[in-house]
């Protein structure tokens, strides 16, 4: 029988999405809780006394690692030799090993797969060969080979664990690059006792027998990252594989849904948001809400800010979550215009017709500015200029 | 859709004012100024669209009647729409009701006219004079806007829309800028880069500090190493500097040890052990000595003691004993003698107080058994009790004599107060009389009453006969009736007098005459009488019962003096038996009893005194016999026998030392044996045989031993600093001088100071590199930078984001403006040019845009600045444009057209145009021209 921990996708010391105005100290805490994350893992797996941790790729967040981010994993690493734990590391897309800064000075303890060919390591207990974990690095960015057939397991009689930074996906496909892509039933067919894998941040069992388990990214880092994160706590015996969850997270994100309809009056929607917020007790909750059905005559709340008075308040009162920020959506969509007047309908028209990219380039092309913008919401942003220009036209600034 | 017909409730200068448009085409409303034309079209838009409060004062009625009304629609929906709106009712909304009876609200009717405002229908189906006045300041601009508000909702909001757009854009973000959001941001972003890309620099550093840590960790091992070397042989050397004394001592003890014979024979220890064993023996034959000593003085003392044999012992003791039996005996017996004369004297002493004449012999000599006590007492009681008795007889008797004479004299009082029997009668009589006239007054009363009623009988009688005569002639029946009444009644009254007289007449006998108070007097006095009887026989009852009570008292009395008399010849025969009785009173025999018996009991103890002493004697005497056939000196005889068991004890104790003494010597000798042993032993290990011999050579063998003792313990000392190896050349004498070694010592701490220094400074320089490493592990600035910028940058994404819904709605309101221009500027351009081309009789063909202007072609194909033309002209260009707009926009909802008469300036022949361009329009549309000058198609002249 062995006993380990499979974890993926720490990406240590990464920034988080949509915090832009929080509170300072919460910032501070939101940017350790990777490494917060990092430390409850350490612990559990002393805790559980396992024989070894399994890390599976994109264990840093960026290319070019932060100091805090490699002292971090050396001290756990150094920790868990203190304890006779055994550390096999891969790295992913993110920290792929052509990119890192610092020196693997690991302890004795750490085992590295640093090749982008797949290789093994021996697992002892006493003298005997328990079990044999096999690996890969990315040596670069990208591995858009399918490495299944690399995966050759010996003819030890012991467990064969194989881990794998990559996703379901076919090297044939062109159109969607995928990550050294794999298809389900070759795992299946490989043999092997255990497929620890990595990259995809949804914790996910694939197949239970063998098991094939994303264990998902170990903290959360924006509301498209809710609920708990951790580990599995995988122990092999000869008839049955059992796997625990381990959540590990320091906070974690939500989406909340509000439903505006039934709305009266601020202190009432206040007093109702702040019970059914107070019903997260355990940790920080980062929350989103997401409102929707704002009906016509609430929507000046948004437009004169009472909403995000009410939030700040809330914010004070809450105890065990934060509200990040808010989405709101109305309850219909904006006039119809085609009774408008024939302007409007011109203007449909142009909406309809219209380059979004052609038209933002003034800013997205900008010599400072094209470094650092990515994303282009096109559709949200039609929408929001077409709901601007409606509530303009018909002098909806409240 | 057209107005099928009007009903003002109130509004403005109207009141319950009613029209009806049945007419076709153009509807020519005509009256002169202040007639109400500019009212009724404002209520016809206030029926569509409501009014503000404020305006629709304006139109309260003088006579302050409802403000509101109603209208009949067609062309909405399929049938004919009523709408009423009330100022005040149903929140100054319309109600709308259809044919059949549906009812519908305001926000259905909205829905219905397409969301078009009051504003849009101002815009597109009205226009006045105040239009007109618009003309002068048109130009393409105002055209422009003119088209826009037409067609949009709302007339500047586009315009405000535009310039709110714009405003943010700027606000936001511009290419070139500094100080917009978006650039500050940029700006921002761009520190942070730097600062990040300084801080990562700082941190690439990392490994190659690691490394030189490393070469200097080796090069420190090195140095260390280098150091010890030296230090071991400065060591090396200081030891033989410091020892430098031993090691030549050791030189020289070797060389005398190789000198001497190692070979004699001697015990180990020889003169130690030879000593110890002497001096072990010495105390032990001291106290043998002293033993002996003690052990033959306790000898002495034992026979220095004369003792007696044991029977000559047992004799004293049994001496003893006797003696001390008859002194024993003595001592009770006087005791006993003294008792007894003072219990014999008491008794004396308490008879002669009791003073009744016995003596103690008499006492001696009295019997006085045990129920004397109770006789003496039970006398006492009797004659106690029968005095008692006699007393209380004699009192009752003196007590009935007494009674006896009251009783008599009462008697003879109550006699003198009774009269004779006879008299007596004769009152009773005369009272009987007195009841008799009573009854007569009775009679007397009822008589006269009854006379009365006989009278009223009669005369009914008379009546009843006369009616009974005068009714026989009219009716039989009645008549026979009232005269049976009328006998039947007076037969009744006479009746009941005859038999009462009957009754109630006393006799008319004597009658006595007494007044009321004699009669009273008559009946007490018979009373008195009887009473007086009734005593007189219970006093004879009285005295009867006392008679007997009397002589039963006396019988008494003689029986209790009987009694007295036999027992006063008691107490004589007990005073004859005691005579000391009869000096005392018989109630105080019982206590005298209690206190002779007590002395005779006393009397009776003394006799057992006196039988005791006797047996003492004859005791005595027999102990005395025994003593003296003893034949002791009875003088000392217990002094003696002390003074023996007293010299027995001490030869007990004597004889026990002895003993010990005796053991002790026997232990002492034993102990000295195991030592001579040893020391012969010695002697011939030693192969000699005097004590003298054996020192000698003692002392020889001890010089040679001490000597390889020194040698080892130099070589111990020496061995501990060096090696084997290393000690060998000492022995030999083969070692550097004092002077040698000095120097060669200085030389090393020279190259140690050397070396010394080295490593320090390596370790310094470790120590730095190792903080400095320290200080980057610790560093977070990376790690913060990095979030920060990913902030800003987040941040920055955001700001784009929303710099772009702006962007977009800029550029879209942008282009709806060309192409809604592009595509209906062409339309109404046309639609002008022919209004224009009509209005000016042909003088002008085309109106066009041109580069955002408006020109106009004139019948000779010459172009036109619209500033060029003259104010007449202008007018004409604008109404054209005006009416152009209104039919293109129009066509989408077909609401009535609104026209007030603004053509006042114009000619005939161009006002006539006017009209066939507005009858033209009244084709498609409903329209209402209102106008002071009517023309013969006028339908309401108001």
């Known amino acids: 029988m062995i006993t380990f921990i499979h974890c993926a996708d720490l990406h240590l010391d990464s920034p988080f999405k949509g915090l832009k105005n929080i509170p300072t100290d919460l910032l501070a805490a939101v940017r350790k809780s990777t490494f917060k994350a990092l430390d409850n893992l350490t612990e559990q797996a002393i805790k559980h006394q396992v024989d070894f941790v399994l890390l599976v790729g994109d264990v840093f967040d960026q290319e070019e690692q932060s100091m805090q981010a490699h002292m971090a994993l050396l001290k756990a690493f150094r920790r868990l030799e203190a304890h006779q734990i055994n550390v096999y590391i891969s790295f992913g897309n993110h920290d792929y090993l052509a990119s890192q800064t610092f020196p693997r000075n690991y302890p004795d303890n750490v085992y590295v797969f640093n090749s982008e060919t797949v290789s093994s390591y021996p697992f002892k207990k006493g003298e005997q060969v328990a079990a044999r974990i096999y690996g890969f690095s990315y040596e670069n960015r990208a591995v858009l080979d399918n490495k299944i057939k690399e995966y050759q397991k010996t003819d030890e009689p012991c467990f064969h664990i194989a881990t794998l930074h990559g996703s379901i996906g076919n090297e044939q496909a062109k159109e969607h690059a995928t990550y050294a892509p794999f298809q389900l039933s070759e795992l299946k067919e490989a043999g092997f006792d255990y497929w620890a894998l990595g990259h995809i941040h949804k914790r996910d069992v694939l197949a239970e027998h063998p098991p094939i388990v994303y264990p998902g990214n170990i903290q959360g880092r924006s509301t498209k990252e809710t609920g708990e994160k951790g580990c599995y706590l995988v122990t092999l015996t000869e008839n049955n594989p059992s796997l625990t969850f381990l959540p590990l997270s320091a906070m974690t994100f939500e989406k909340v849904e509000v439903d505006a309809r039934e709305w009266t009056d601020i202190p009432q929607v206040t007093e109702q948001l702040l019970k059914k917020l107070n019903t997260y007790t355990e940790g920080t909750t980062l929350i989103q809400l997401v409102i929707s059905q704002v009906t016509e005559d609430k929507e000046t709340w948004f437009i004169n800010g009472y909403v995000t008075e009410m939030v700040n308040y809330l914010n004070e009162e809450l105890v065990a979550s934060y509200i990040i920020n808010y989405k709101w959506t109305s309850e219909q969509k904006r006039s119809e215009w085609k009774h408008g007047g024939r302007f409007l309908e011109e203007l449909a028209t142009a909406f309809a017709e219209m380059n979004v990219e052609q038209e933002v380039q003034a800013l997205w092309k900008h010599r400072e500015a094209r470094a650092w913008l990515h994303d282009l919401e096109e559709k949200e942003i039609v929408q929001e200029a077409e709901l601007l220009v409606d509530q303009l036209l018909h002098q909806k600034e409240g | ?942």
């Open chain 2, 1 to 942: 859709m057209r107005i099928d017909s009007i009903h003002i409730y109130g509004f403005g200068k109207w009141t319950d004012q009613q029209f009806t448009f049945d007419h076709d085409g153009l509807i020519e409303i005509a009256g002169n100024n202040e007639s109400g034309k500019t009212t009724l079209r404002k209520f016809i838009s206030y029926i569509l669209f409501g009014m503000k409060p404020k305006e629709l004062e304006r139109f309260i009625p003088k006579q302050g009647s409802t403000v509101g009304g109603r209208m009949k629609l067609s062309g909405i929906v399929s049938s004919q729409l009523t709408i009423e709106r009330v100022a005040g009712k149903h929140k100054n909304q319309a109600l709308v009701w259809t044919e059949d009876g549906r009812e519908m609200d305001e926000d259905w009717l909205r829905t219905e006219l397409k969301g078009i405002k009051e504003t849009d229908f101002q815009a597109i189906y009205t226009f006045d004079a105040h239009d007109l006045r618009q003309i002068q300041e048109m130009d393409n601009q105002s055209l422009h806007e003119v088209l826009l508000a037409v067609g949009m909702t709302g007339t500047d909001r586009i315009y405000h829309t535009e310039k709110h757009v714009e405003k943010k854009l700027a606000e936001w973000f511009k290419p070139n800028g500094k100080k917009p959001a978006i650039n500050q941001l940029l700006q921002e972003l761009k520190d942070l880069q730097e600062k990040l890309t300084e801080a990562k620099k700082l941190e690439s550093s990392y490994q190659q500090q690691l490394v030189e840590i490393e070469q200097i960790e080796n090069q420190l091992v090195a140095l260390e190493q280098e150091k010890h070397q030296l230090e071991n042989k400065q060591q090396q050397i200081e030891k033989q500097r410091t020892h430098y004394q031993t090691i030549t001592d050791y030189y020289h003890t070797n060389a005398r040890w190789n000198r001497l014979d190692h070979d004699i024979s001697f015990p180990a220890q020889g003169i130690k052990r030879w000593n110890e064993w002497k001096e072990a023996l010495l105390p032990l034959k001291s106290e043998e000595r002293v033993l002996a000593n003690s052990k033959q003085e306790i000898e002495e003392q034992i026979n220095r003691l004369e003792l007696m044999t044991d029977e000559q012992l047992a004799t004293l003791a049994k001496g003893v004993e006797l003696f001390q039996q008859i002194e024993a005996l003595k001592s009770e017996r006087k005791d006993m003698h003294k008792r007894m004369v003072e219990i014999e004297e008491e008794v004396r002493s308490k008879l002669a107080t009791m003073q009744i004449n016995l003596t103690v012999e008499g006492l001696q000599n009295m019997e006085l058994p045990f129920y004397l006590e109770e006789a003496w007492a039970d006398l006492t009681n009797q004659l106690e009790k029968l005095a008692v008795e006699k007393q209380y007889i004699e009192n009752e008797q003196a007590s009935i004599k007494k009674r006896k004479q009251e009783l008599r004299e009462e008697k003879e009082h109550l006699l003198t107060s009774q009269i004779g029997q006879t008299e007596l009668k004769e009152y009773q009589k005369e009272l009987e009389q007195v009841n008799k006239v009573e009854q007569q007054e009775k009679y007397q009363k009822w008589h006269s009453t009854y006379r009365k009623q006989l009278k009223n009988s009669n005369i009914l009688l008379v009546i009843g006969l006369v009616v009974a005569v005068g009714l026989f002639f009219l009716t039989d029946v009645w008549s026979v009736v009232v005269a049976i009444v009328t006998i039947g009644q007076n037969i009744t009254v006479r009746l009941y007098g005859k038999v009462f007289k009957q009754w109630l007449q006393p006799d008319k006998a004597t009658v006595s005459t007494l007044s009321e108070a004699e009669i009273q007097e008559l009946e007490r006095l018979i009373q008195y009488q009887t009473e007086l009887q009734n005593a007189l026989a219970e006093i004879d009852k009285d005295i009867q019962k006392y008679q007997q009570e009397q002589v039963k008292q006396q019988e008494r009395h003689t029986f209790l003096t009987e009694r007295i008399d036999q027992l006063e010849q008691k107490i004589t025969e007990q005073e004859q038996a005691y005579p000391f009785l009869s000096m005392i009173e018989v109630p105080y025999w019982s206590r005298l009893y209690q206190q002779i018996i007590v002395q005779k009991q006393k009397l009776s103890e003394v006799q057992q005194l006196k039988k005791t002493i006797n047996q003492v004697d004859v005791q005595l005497k027999d102990q005395q016999i025994k003593l003296d056939g003893l034949n002791l000196d009875v003088e000392n005889l217990e002094q003696a026998y002390q003074h023996e068991l007293d010299k027995r004890n001490d030869n007990k104790r004597l004889q026990a030392r002895k003993d010990e003494i005796q053991a002790q010597l026997t232990t002492i000798i034993e102990k000295q044996k195991p030592y001579q042993e040893e020391i012969n032993q010695l002697l011939q290990q030693a192969e000699v045989d005097t004590e003298d011999a054996f020192i000698a050579k003692g002392e020889k063998k001890e010089e040679l031993d001490l000597l390889q003792e020194k040698r080892q313990q130099l070589t111990d000392s020496l061995v501990v600093l060096f090696s084997e190896k290393e000690l060998q050349p000492f022995v030999d004498g083969a070692f550097a001088d004092k002077e040698t070694l000095e120097r060669r010592l200085q030389e090393l701490a020279k190259e140690i100071q050397y070396v010394t220094n080295r490593i320090k400074q390596a370790q310094a320089t470790l120590s730095d590199r190792k903080a400095s490493v320290k200080v980057l592990e610790n560093n977070e600035d990376v790690s913060i930078l990095k979030h920060q910028l990913a902030m800003k940058q987040e941040e920055l994404q955001e700001s784009a984001n929303k710099w772009a819904v702006y962007q977009v709605a800029s550029a879209n309101l942008a282009k709806a403006k060309t192409t809604y221009s592009q595509k209906y500027l062409p339309q109404v351009m046309e639609q002008a040019s022919d209004y224009f081309a009509k209005l000016t009789l042909g003088n002008y063909q085309y109106i066009y845009m041109e580069d955002e202007k408006m020109m106009v072609k004139d019948s000779d194909e010459f172009t036109f600045d619209v500033l060029e033309l003259s104010q007449g002209t202008k007018d004409q260009l604008y109404i054209a444009i005006r009416f152009a707009l209104s039919h293109v926009m129009a066509s989408r909802l077909a609401l009535p057209f609104l026209i007030d008469d603004g053509f006042v300036h114009f000619d005939s022949n161009r006002k006539a145009i006017v009209l066939e361009i507005i009858e033209e329009l009244s084709k498609e549309h409903q329209l209402f021209y209102f106008t002071a000058n009517p023309t013969n198609n006028a339908i309401i002249k108001l």
